[in-house]
């Protein structure tokens, strides 16, 4: 391993851990407002590490891929949310959870560490030809769980959204290190796809509010069999 | 005509439907119910020449249609023609029959109906898998507000449990499709279904399982698979019917479709042992789960929401006893479930318009107070629960004829019981709703001041002939594209 590589992997390493307790940010975060801008300081992690990514490996795609992480995680959600479910998201209103913050730091612990054992296996194959995978990829997974944690932990409508796009960064955290040759058409698409989530669900919250004077998803509960 | 252009066309048409709705919303019903009777066309034309000449490529490699991909086009292009038909009546009967409640998305309705039938069509007919994922995820996208149609707490409540809980699958999902990205192309493969199979043996096995099991847990909760199901009654009981036909009759199956799909790769690689166990195990846990439901299920098109559920399960369950093997009745069970379940939908819709509630307990006499839906409800029932002479008979016979004739007694024998006992819940269920005295609620509601839509009753007739013809005669064209998308799913290695 050159000396590039093992600059390139400790720079990702770094951000692989910010981009961790960024997530966990998101996942406690009191307040609305500041679980979005943990959101979107974590895209710019993800954005940070395609871009470490692209210098190391000569891998010019990953530029497009941090342009477009940049352009339709950290400006057009936090628009289209502002759009769509101003008030919602950008009141300053706690949030409510399920559980309380430490329980919810110790499940998420908990998370990572299955996460972590459930990818060793796997981790060799990608030993070679892509050097950044044992980093981002266990980086990615616990993201993805977290995320899901997330939307089952939070009560809030808008907090559920937050932990949907933290899953999505995970996917793309884990699989920059893995995947480099998505073609354009599907890059695009993939980053179309999440502000067009974004503004429907912000606009489903809207509705929600309207309709139900709160945006309380855990509210929403009248739906099962008796 | 270059049949190549045939894909690119059967997405173009659907989209040019979604800007004129958008552009001309007086004529957005007719000018939907045009668009998807070509698009039905196109979808027939498609089978036939992949039939007869082999799959169809085009747009430089972005689109692929195979066999088993033009067998999945049929029935969304069968459902997207009925239910915009169905639609048109339905819609204003709903409204007539709740003027108190916030008036409906009338206007959102059409171009959103196009454009979510534009997306489950490219799911079978784009050849990459990545693409294929960001139109699974766009249907949910798409479907969000026809799920909320009529804007009360309820439908808001079922589109935002449908909203995350499959957006949420789709994310995991997302992994696993990057992984076998991966694993294709760092052997010189394309990301593509050919791509893959060709690609699976020497893809590492651990990686294939990962993917795998990503794949199971992100489509399997867009499929209503057991335990990620639980978006999927609510959404049926809530959704317009005309959206049901088309959640339940393809969209369910698009997932599906994907599930399917990779199990082909999974066979191929020697270090994946018995990835069939995986299949059934699912598939079992998720028809003996919907099979109990169904016997306590309160509101009819919930029921069918279960239904919906156990047949994914059905479907899974038959991929894992290996009756894809040369043999034909997996892949016609998810053929005929799409005919069926629209019928179903669109039956239990207008019964819902007739009685003004889908509460089961409060409706009887359905037959006395409206014959042809109280008919329809009752064969749609006995057609979904597999009864002869219909379709899903014949695929549900084969599906255990071959897990008992492979010797394999336990899997089989459970999901016969599983199977049974759906059919005895579906039948006693619809029984109460179809005979008997009218109950005192519909005595006392408005019912008889509500005329049946002439639409939606021939669009009813129309979703009728397949359910019956497809169980007495298969044409041969379509016996032989059955044949040809079974071989797809062919063990390999």
Partial sequence: MGADHVVALSIDGSIAALFIVLGLGVMVARQMLASLRFFMWQSVALAASALVLAVDLHIYSLFWVALITVVSKVLAVPWVLRWAAGEEVYGCREVDQALDIPVSVLVASVLALVTWFAMVPTLPIFASGVPFAHINLPAGMVMVLWGAFTVALRRESVAQLMGLLIMENGAFFGSIAIVHNLTVIVEIAVAVDVPILALVIGLLIRNIRRVTGSTLAGALDSLHER | ?493
């Fill in chain 2, 1 to 493: 005509m270059n049949v190549d252009g045939l894909p690119a066309l059967i997405l173009l048409i659907p989209l040019a439907g979604a800007v004129s709705t958008l552009l001309i919303q007086k004529a957005a019903p007719l000018l939907t119910l045009l668009t998807a009777a070509v698009t039905l066309i196109l979808t027939v034309l498609a089978a036939l020449q992949v039939e007869s000449g082999g799959p169809l490529t085009g747009g430089h490699g972005l689109f692929v249609l195979d066999a088993l991909g033009a067998l999945y086009l049929l029935p969304v292009g069968f459902v997207y023609f009925t239910s915009s038909l169905y639609a048109i009546g339905y819609l204003q009967a709903r409204r007539q029959k709740h003027p108190d409640e916030a008036p409906p998305r009338f206007r959102q309705y059409f171009p959103l109906m196009n454009i979510f039938a534009l997306v489950i069509l490219a799911v079978p007919v784009v050849a990459n898998f990545a693409l294929m994922w960001i139109a699974i995820e766009l249907t949910t996208v798409f479907s969000a507000f026809l799920v909320a149609y009529e804007d009360r707490p309820e439908a808001l409540e079922a589109a935002w449990k449908y909203v995350m809980l499959t957006s949420m699958g789709a994310m995991i999902a997302l992994l696993g499709v990057l992984m076998l990205y991966y694993g294709t192309h760092a052997v010189g493969q394309p990301p593509t279904w050919q791509g893959l199979i060709t690609a699976a043996p020497r893809i590492p096995a651990p990686l294939l399982l990962l993917a795998f099991v990503l794949w199971l847990i992100g489509f399997g909760a867009k499929a209503g698979l057991v335990p990620m199901h639980t978006w999927l009654p609510d959404a049926h009981s809530q959704a317009p019917a005309s959206v049901c036909a088309v959640l339940s009759g393809v969209e369910t199956g698009a997932a599906l479709y994907m599930l399917l799909r990779i199990y082909p790769a999974l066979t191929a690689n020697p270090g994946v042992h018995d990835p069939g166990a995986w299949y059934m195990t699912v598939g079992l846990i998720t028809v003996g789960s919907a099979a109990f439901m169904l016997l306590q299920v309160h509101d009819f098109k919930r029921m069918f929401g279960y239904s919906t559920i156990e047949h994914m399960g059905i479907i899974l369950t038959a991929c894992g006893l290996g009756a894809a093997i040369h043999e034909q009745g997996m892949v016609y069970q998810l053929f005929a479930h799409s005919f069926v379940k629209p019928f179903c939908f669109y039956a239990a819709g207008l019964a819902g318009v007739v009685f003004g509630t889908q509460e089961i307990m409060r409706v009887r006499g359905l037959i006395s107070r409206s014959p042809a839906v109280g008919w329809a409800l009752l064969v749609s029932t006995l057609a979904i629960a597999g009864a002869p002479p219909f379709a899903l008979f014949l695929s549900e016979y084969e599906i255990l004829a071959r897990g008992y004739a492979s010797g394999q007694y336990v899997p089989t024998g459970l999901l016969t019981v599983f199977i049974v006992l759906a059919f005895i819940a579906l039948v006693y269920q619809v029984s109460r709703i179809a005979f008997g005295e009218p109950s005192a609620a519909a005595e006392g509601s408005s019912w008889s001041k509500v005329r049946v839509p002439w639409s939606s009753l021939i669009a009813l007739s129309i979703a009728f002939l397949p359910v019956v013809i497809f169980g007495i005669y298969l044409p041969p064209q379509l016996a032989q594209l059955v044949h040809q998308a079974a071989g797809l799913l062919e063990v390999h290695g």
